[in-house]
């Protein structure tokens, strides 16, 4: 167990919709990251946050958001959902500043039917 | 940008024989570089890490030694055995773009007994 938690585990919803994807970090990371997971694209960074405040960008779409709150969780929206958009989204906590290590969630599998 | 090369395809073998699956990376500066893995349905578990060159980063086993001068950093295993069987992701943080991680493509790795 890694320490971070997601939720939902599975998610199941059709195009067009709009779903939020919730990770709570390790206690005591300020840091969190979302990566996608698809079969096309493998695992690719999606967006970080530190404190509260986005800190990187990566591959995300503009139709993906995402926040962090005072408490340090954070949340992954995904709107005008495309069939293409069905895939495993990790979130990851960072230990520190002086550190790079992440360590991953469980994971929270979209299908968009 | 950064990026991190797994060899293709996935790796059958039969208990106690040797695994090596091979990653390179391409990179600016001196990234810090990890080896995860995925068990089936589950999340991504650090397995080992190496910060800088000639570091040798090392659990349950498995080992890895970080190549600045052939940029590699292959896993190996002396004695797999069927608990082994999972996904193994090599990856790198860009202590450039706040830390996130670039990941190899992935090699499944099959153990027969």
């Known amino acids: 167990d890694s320490g971070v938690t997601q939720t939902p585990k599975h998610l199941i919803t059709a195009t067009g919709q709009r779903v939020t994807l919730r990770c709570s970090p390790r206690?005591?990371?300020?840091?969190v990251y979302w990566y996608q997971q698809s079969l096309d694209q493998g695992l690719q960074f999606l967006i970080q946050?530190?404190?509260?405040?986005?800190?990187a960008k990566g591959n995300i779409l503009e139709r993906f958001s995402a926040q962090q709150f005072p408490d340090l969780h954070s949340e992954l929206n995904l709107s005008s959902l495309e069939l293409g958009d069905s895939a495993l989204y990790f979130c990851?906590?960072?230990?520190?500043?002086?550190?790079?290590?992440?360590?991953f969630g469980p994971g929270t599998r979209l299908t968009v039917l | 940008g950064d990026s991190v090369t797994q060899m293709e395809g996935p790796v059958t073998l039969s208990e106690e024989a040797f695994l090596t699956i091979n990653c390179t990376y391409t990179?600016?500066?001196?990234?810090?570089l990890f080896w995860y893995v995925q068990y089936p349905g589950e999340g991504l578990q650090l397995l080992l890490k190496?910060?800088?060159?000639?570091d040798k980063g090392s659990n349950k086993g498995f080992e890895a030694t970080y190549r600045k001068e052939t940029t590699s950093f292959h896993l190996e295993k002396g004695s797999v055995q069927v608990s082994d069987s999972a996904v193994y992701f090599c990856?790198?943080?860009?202590?450039?773009?706040?830390?996130?991680?670039?990941f190899g493509k992935g090699n499944q790795v099959v153990v027969i007994p």
């Open positions: 190496a910060t800088k060159a000639d």
């Open positions: 206690s005591g990371d300020l840091s």
């Open positions: 990179a600016t500066g001196y990234p810090s």
């Open positions: 946050y530190y404190n509260g405040e986005e800190r």
């Open positions: 990851a906590s960072r230990e520190g500043r002086d550190t790079d290590t992440q360590y």
């Open positions: 990856a790198l943080s860009d202590r450039y773009g706040n830390n996130r991680l670039a």
